[in-house]
């Protein structure tokens, strides 16, 4: 098939769709079991996506697609299938790939700093907050996630870019068709990815303007005391269903989990150890809460 600037923007518009969805099921299952312990809605916006992981799903490949253009030929780059950015020559992992691999880390560290910034000081919002941890510059970058951008970086590169690249190919002939005819274009499924833009960009423009703008509105038409009247009646409800179902169950059960909540209580001593390694304050895992009780981004506004 031919590649015209639509194609290309197209095929990067569904390649940064996906990375957002991707990235929104990624974060929230990070939070919900390691991180914030809880269900959170990792973003600004309301719907299931983190534009962040879009835009890092583009750079990854982008930064791929041009370092294996400029670089020489016969530079012995990852290829595994014979197969990837125009280059037929079948090359397993080599220290040669260090040159990409620091190349795209650098890129996603850069990536989050600068998106990091733009939330804090121009949205006065923090999606996430590294306060609290060792060499952090400014709260939205530090040395440990750094390493875990490292780690995403390795496992898109070997792993991953193959399949990628491969997936665009077959997504994009399977919009655009092919250029000999042989294969149909699908213009539905073009406009079904609009119909998505169209949701996510609308998201985007009430979420943008949504932490001080509906608090004002609520307090102002009565809508916060009439939703904490009916939530304080949820949980009242949701206690005594709970006190209920406690009343059942075997005394042995009861105490067998009252000694593994004991032990949550009292990390071990490797856990800290690396909260003094890793937290400027380690009687706390994070420096500040950027989460309501209902799972979404405080704003300083």
């Known amino acids: 098939m ?3 600037f639509s194609t290309i923007l197209i095929t990067y518009m569904l390649m940064f769709i996906s990375g ?11 939070r919900r079991f390691f991180s914030a312990k809880r269900w959170v809605n990792p973003g600004f916006n309301k719907g299931p996506w983190l534009p962040l992981y879009g835009f890092g799903l583009v750079t990854m490949f982008s930064l791929c697609l041009l370092l294996y253009s400029i670089l020489p030929k016969d530079l012995a780059l990852y290829n595994p299938n014979g197969n990837l950015f125009g280059r037929t020559l079948k090359v397993g992992p080599s220290v040669m790939d260090l040159v990409v691999v620091l190349s795209i ?7 989050e700093f600068f998106a990091g910034l733009i939330f804090v000081k121009g949205f006065k919002v923090r999606l996430w907050d590294y306060t609290n941890m ?26 991953l870019s193959p399949l990628v690249y491969n997936w665009i190919i077959i997504a994009s002939t399977y919009m655009f068709g092919s250029s000999d005819g042989s294969k149909a274009a699908h213009f539905l499924f073009i406009l079904a990815l609009g119909i998505v833009y169209g949701i996510f960009l609308i998201d985007n423009v009430t979420s943008l ?3 001080p703008s509906i608090v004002r509105f609520a307090k102002e038409k009565g809508i916060i005391d009439q939703y904490e009247k009916m939530r304080d009646e949820v949980r009242k409800n949701k206690d005594l269903a709970k006190a209920k179902i406690a009343e059942k169950i075997p005394q042995k059960i009861k105490d067998t989990y009252q000694k593994q909540l004991e032990k949550k209580k009292n990390p071990s001593r490797f856990k800290l150890f690396m909260r003094k390694l890793l937290l400027i304050n380690p009687d706390i895992s994070d420096a500040s809460n950027n989460y309501d009780e209902n799972g979404r981004p405080i704003s300083d506004k």
């Open 105 to 111: 880390w650098v890129g996603m560290i850069l990536l």
């Open 209 to 211: 303007h949504l932490f």
């Open 20 to 30: 957002s969805l991707f990235g929104y099921v990624l974060e929230v299952l990070f």
């Open 2 to 4: 031919n590649f015209t």
């Open 134 to 159: 060792k060499g952090n510059i400014l709260g939205v970058i530090c040395p440990l996630f750094n390493i875990f951008w490292l780690i995403l970086v390795l496992a898109y590169y070997y792993l």
